[in-house]
């Protein structure tokens, strides 16, 4: 199904989620406190079975809009910023969740290497 969905061209509030890489991004407060949601419940993602893993991210995406924060990207060509569907950012999320976290010391163990001998 193909899913409509009008970006809003909006200012970006400290609470907001800016996609995409850079140092804006890395320091805006609002993906600080996103990528502490991300980073707690990777375990958690990662531990689920594959049917599941789909509600972990959604469920972050759903506290993010709760707290009246908003996922938004910003276009290269004219510099503003725009919303992205529920959809763009769950899977963005799902992104997150897949990463490895660079910001960690531990490292991570895949659970399939440990049943895989």
């Not at 805006?28 to 049917?51: E, I």
């Not at 789909?54 to 510099?79: M, N, P």
Request: hydrophobic share 30%; aromatic share 10%; proline share 4%.
């Amino acid at each position: 199904e193909m899913e409509t969905y009008t970006p809003q061209e909006v200012d970006p509030h400290d609470r907001d989620v800016l996609c995409g890489r850079g140092g804006l991004t890395n320091y805006h407060p609002g993906n600080a406190w996103y990528r502490n949601m991300v980073r707690a419940n990777r375990s958690l993602y990662k531990a689920s079975p594959k049917h599941s893993k789909i509600l972990v991210a959604k469920s972050i995406c759903g506290h993010v809009l709760a707290q009246g924060s908003r996922f938004l990207e910003c276009d290269k060509r004219s510099g503003s910023w725009f919303t992205i569907s529920y959809k763009r950012a769950v899977d963005k999320t799902s992104q997150a969740l897949r990463e490895k976290d660079r910001y960690s010391e531990e490292p991570e163990i895949e659970v399939s290497h440990i049943f895989s001998q």
